[in-house]
C-alpha cells in the first residue's frame, strides 16, 4: 500500500486488481491538485464523483456521503476494498452504476475525464437535469489527456469551462452551468447489424460501440468447432457478439457473458433480448474477469482481451484473464482468443497451458487456442 495525505485524509490506497510488486500508484496528480483545490475553496451541499478508479477522491471526501457514479464495477470494489483497509465506513459513500438512473439534485460534481469521449458525453447529458446553476462543477485530468475535444464537450454540454495552470503535469476545468440551452440529445444506444444476421445493442461505453471492429470480424470467421459445449464463456463480452454468435450456432449451450463494465453486460442483455435468443440459456455478470467462478465449468472461453486498464497499456489484464479461463475450464475445454500479432499471447498460453494451436492468422491478427489438459 501506498500513502496519500491529503488536505483531508491520510490514506493507504490500493489499485485493483492486486498485484505483486505493483508499481503504480492508485492516485496521479490530478487527484491531488483537485484535492489542494477544494481543501482551499471546501466542500458543500450534495457530491457526485464521476469516474474515481481507486477511490482516492471519494474516500477523502467520504465525510461528505459523495455518490460515486461509474461504469466500472471494480471502480466501485476498489472503493469499497480501500475504504474497509482505512477503517471508513462503506455505508458513507454511494456506488452509482452507469446503468442505474440518477436521482435528486447535486450541489458539488466532481469528474475525472474518462477517455472514451462518447461516454464523457453521455454522462453530461445525464447529469445536466440534477445540478443547479450555483453547483460547482469542477473537472480533473493529467494535461496529456484534456484534448480541445474534452474541454468543448464541455462547453456545449453543461456550459461556459477555463482551465487552470498546470501543476505537475495536471489540470482542472472549471464548468459554470447554463441552464438557459438545451444541447443534443443522446445518440445511445446504438443498434448495428452483424454477421450472421445479428444485431447489437450498443451503450455509450462499450468497444466499438459504432462499427464491428476488424478484430472481431476476423475472430468471428473462425469462433468454433463443429463440437458440442454445455457452457461457453464470452469474456470481456462488451456488446456481446462473441457470445451471440456462438449461441446462434449451438442453441442448446448455456452462454455466460462477463465484463468489468455495467455498459457492456446491460449491451449483452439487451442484445440477447434483441436477438430472440432464449431466456434460460444466458448468464450476465459484472465482474472482475472470472473472479469467484468456480473450477471445472467451462467447455468454452472466447476472449477478444483488452490491453489498457483506464490509461495504463500493457497485457497484465489479458494474463489475468488466461490464468482465470485455465482454471474455470473442465479439463478438454478450450480457451480461443483474438489479438495483435505483435502481443506475444502464444508465449502466455504455453507457459499456462503446455501450448497452444494457430487457428488462423493474417497480417494484423492472430486467433490462437488452448487446451486445457489436467
Same mark, same amino acid.
Given at each position: ?33 483537485? &484535492? *489542494? ?22 474516500? /477523502? ?20 476494498? @480501500? ?20 436521482? =435528486? ?27 443547479? *446553476? ?23 454540454? &453543461? =456550459? ?26 443522446? #445518440? ?7 454477421? =450472421? /444476421?445479428?444485431?447489437?445493442? @450498443?451503450?455509450? @461505453? ?5 462499427? &464491428? ?7 468471428? *470467421? ?16 462488451? @456488446? ?37 435468443? #432464449? ?22 472461453? &472466447? ?7 483506464? *490509461? ?19 479439463? =478438454? ?42
Amino acid at each position: 500500500m501506498q500513502q496519500f495525505n491529503t488536505p483531508f485524509q491520510s490514506l493507504t490506497l490500493q489499485r485493483l486488481p492486486l498485484r505483486n510488486r505493483e508499481t503504480l500508484r492508485a492516485w496521479d496528480a490530478a487527484d491531488e491538485y483537485l &484535492l *489542494e483545490h477544494l481543501g482551499e475553496t471546501g466542500v458543500s451541499g450534495r457530491v457526485m464523483i464521476l469516474n474515481d478508479s481507486f477511490g482516492a477522491l471519494t474516500l /477523502n471526501l467520504a465525510t461528505y456521503s459523495p455518490v460515486l457514479y461509474s461504469d466500472s464495477w471494480l471502480a466501485h470494489q476498489s472503493a469499497i476494498h @480501500n475504504a474497509q483497509h482505512n477503517g471508513i465506513a462503506t455505508d458513507s459513500f454511494q456506488c452509482l452504476a452507469s446503468t442505474e438512473p440518477l436521482q =435528486g439534485t447535486f450541489d458539488h460534481v466532481l469528474i475525472r475525464f474518462p477517455k472514451n469521449l462518447s461516454w464523457f458525453e453521455e454522462q453530461l447529458l445525464r447529469l445536466r437535469p440534477h445540478i443547479h *446553476e450555483n453547483t460547482q462543477i469542477v473537472a480533473a485530468g493529467m494535461a496529456k489527456y484534456i484534448h480541445t475535444s474534452t474541454l468543448s464537450l464541455l462547453e456545449k454540454t &453543461l =456550459g461556459p469551462t477555463r482551465t487552470s495552470l498546470a501543476r505537475k503535469k495536471a489540470r482542472l476545468a472549471f464548468v459554470t452551468f447554463d441552464s438557459s440551452f438545451a444541447p443534443a440529445k443522446s #445518440s445511445f444506444p446504438k443498434t448495428l447489424s452483424m454477421p =450472421g /444476421n445479428l444485431i447489437t445493442i @450498443n451503450h455509450a @461505453n462499450v468497444f466499438s460501440r459504432e462499427k &464491428l471492429d476488424i478484430g472481431t470480424r476476423f475472430f468471428l *470467421e473462425h469462433l468454433l468447432d463443429d463440437r458440442h459445449y454445455d457452457n461457453i464463456v464470452d469474456l470481456g463480452c462488451g @456488446n456481446g457478439i462473441l457470445g451471440l454468435t456462438a449461441a446462434s450456432r449451438h442453441p442448446d449451450s448455456t452462454v455466460t457473458f462477463v465484463d468489468e463494465s455495467y455498459m457492456a453486460v446491460q449491451s449483452a442483455r439487451e442484445s440477447w433480448q434483441a436477438n430472440h435468443l #432464449s431466456e434460460d440459456k444466458g448468464r450476465f455478470i459484472t465482474n472482475d474477469c472470472l473472479t469467484d467462478f468456480p473450477a471445472n465449468s467451462a467447455d468454452l472461453v &472466447l476472449c477478444n482481451p483488452p490491453f489498457h486498464q483506464g *490509461e495504463t497499456i500493457g497485457d497484465h489484464i489479458a494474463r489475468r484473464m488466461f490464468k482465470q479461463a485455465h482454471h474455470v475450464l473442465r479439463p =478438454g475445454g478450450e480457451l480461443r482468443i483474438v489479438g495483435n500479432r505483435h502481443l506475444n499471447y502464444h508465449t502466455r498460453l504455453k507457459q499456462l497451458f503446455g501450448g497452444y494451436r494457430l487457428v488462423a492468422s493474417d497480417a494484423k491478427f492472430v486467433i490462437l487456442s488452448s487446451t486445457r489438459h489436467s
